[in-house]
């Protein structure tokens, strides 16, 4: 009997990672250089590269420092930053938050182990953490997938998410220098920033905001009880009420404005996925936005 983890990775596999053969192959590359054994060329020193790389021999010869460069090593460890907190669970349906992290994990998981690459994984909320190491091979995203079916539900404890201490705890698992995608809504305090800003420096870290159509336009669904996932906390809202409604969208552009504000100053690689869209697309966008920018930068 095939289980339920296996069906979510046959199917992915069959409508996503086939449809994505030759489209980003070869697409990604991480802005740090391998430690290459292969010998490709020299060319003169330029601050501030490696002096360890310097060629003394050609450099006696030449009067002038030359450095050696190798052919760079394509493997690298991925880190998958899952935040699995109550907020994720916004929209019950296939296009709520919680349903689209795990397909876009567990496709994620795939493509970069098809590589070759180690792939990780930190699955969060302020009650529950669990760190999958680094490895490869279909059986070990098979697990990534176990592992986001079997996580308990969050339970609200009255204070929002602390994403700092989940960027702490993978600043600490992540040892060697690599790629993180750090997948989450990013809502609640801003006390995630210089968390996020340290990681950067010592990692490539791409963050991916996951948003909900129905977070920034609430339909007329006239008077209704509205529940803060996270904190519990619940209010009564007429949302046939214009003025409403308007508020609501005043307030959610503002919050858009202080996040994108906050991923910049930290300094990493930002994307907005929305759950409605598709995860082919979504994936080949990401990869020609990142790649646009390290190029640009």
């Keep these: ?29 991480t802005v740090f250089r391998g430690a290459g054994v292969d010998f490709a060329d020299l060319r003169e020193y330029v601050a501030p590269d490696d002096a360890r790389h310097i060629d003394w021999n050609v450099t006696a010869r030449l009067d002038e420092p030359y450095v050696r460069q190798y052919t760079e090593d394509r493997e690298l460890t ?10 994720m669970r916004f929209g019950a349906d296939e296009q709520g938050k919680d349903a689209f992290l795990t397909e876009l994990a567990v496709c994620l998981g795939r493509l ?9 994984a930190i699955l969060y909320d302020n009650s529950f953490e669990r760190i999958i190491p680094p490895r490869t091979g279909r059986d070990h995203v098979l697990r990534l997938a176990h592992e ?47 968390a996020l800003s340290r990681l950067g420096q010592r990692h490539e870290v791409v ?19 509205v529940e803060d996932a996270e904190t519990g906390e619940q209010v009564l809202a007429d949302t ?37 869209q598709d995860l082919v697309r979504t994936l080949v966008d990401l990869v020609r936005r990142s790649g646009r920018k390290r190029t640009a930068a």
């Design 240 to 276: 046939s009420d214009p003025l409403f409604r308007q508020r609501l969208r005043d307030e959610v552009a503002a919050r858009e404005q202080a996040v994108g504000a906050a991923l910049k100053r930290a300094g990493v690689t930002a994307h907005r996925v929305a759950t409605d």
């Design 78 to 87: 991925a880190w998958l930053v899952l935040d699995r907190s109550a907020s």
């Design 112 to 120: 970069f182990g098809r590589g070759g690459n180690r792939v990780g």
């Design 207 to 225: 963050a991916l905001r996951l948003v909900h159509p129905l977070e920034f336009d609430l339909p007329d669904l006239g008077l209704i009880l």
């Design 1 to 29: 009997m095939t289980s339920t983890p296996d069906r979510l990775l046959r199917r992915l596999e069959w409508q996503v990672v086939r449809r994505l053969d030759g489209r980003l192959q070869g697409a990604y590359r």
């Design 148 to 194: 986001l079916n079997r996580a308990p539900a969050p339970v609200p404890d009255g204070r929002p998410t602390d994403l700092a201490a989940m960027l702490r705890l993978a600043a600490g698992a992540a040892r060697r220098r690599g790629l993180l995608l750090v997948i989450s809504d990013f809502l609640g305090d801003l006390d995630w920033e210089p």
